[in-house]
Structures are given as structure tokens and as C-alpha cells.
């Protein structure tokens, strides 16, 4: 059976799942591995976030959409950490 659960409810089980999973970026999709078998993410011409796993095509959301998500959003937090003022830039 299919349920939809909202996704408050699940969220707090993902977010968990989510922040062990391992997040590999190459050219346009994530390779996302520490559960059972690893997943390709993707992001469409959208820029919506897609995986290739069940959980997914049910419910348009997943663990592994969410730990690209959280990847993402801390590689945004490092490099605006080591952004440079332009002024100190010199050109
Ligand atoms: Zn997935």
C-alpha cells in the first residue's frame, strides 16, 4: 500500500538516514552510497533533485535526494566560508 505520510512525518527518520549516507558528486548526479546499494541522484532541467530508487518513484522523496540536499547546502556553507572579500583580490 502506498500512504502518503506528508513529509514532517517522515522527515525526522530520513533526516537520520539521510546524515549517515555518503554523497559523491561527479559531472550532473550524485552518487549516493552507505545504504543497502547506492543510487545515482540526479537534478533535472527543473533543477528538481531525482533518484533512481523505489522509495523515490513512490513518494517523490527520498534519504538520498535529502543527503545531496544536505551536501549541497554544506559545501555552499564551506565555500562561502573561504569566500574572499573582492576587494582583498587585487583585479
Ligand atoms: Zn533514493
Redesign the pocket.
Not at 62 to 65: D, G, I, L, T
Given at each position: 500500500m502506498i500512504k502518503d505520510e506528508g513529509v514532517n512525518k517522515v522527515s525526522a527518520n530520513v533526516m537520520k538516514k539521510a546524515q549517515r549516507l555518503k554523497v559523491e558528486k561527479s559531472d550532473s548526479s550524485w552518487l549516493?552510497s552507505g545504504g543497502k546499494e547506492p543510487?545515482i541522484?540526479e537534478i533535472s532541467p527543473e533543477y528538481e533533485f531525482k533518484?533512481?530508487?523505489m522509495?523515490?518513484v513512490m513518494r517523490k522523496s527520498?534519504?538520498?535526494?535529502l543527503a545531496v540536499k544536505l551536501h549541497s547546502e554544506k559545501i555552499s556553507k564551506e565555500l562561502k566560508l573561504w569566500e574572499i572579500d573582492p576587494i582583498y583580490l587585487g583585479c
Open positions: 549516493v543510487h541522484v533518484c533512481d530508487c522509495g523515490f527520498c534519504s538520498h535526494v
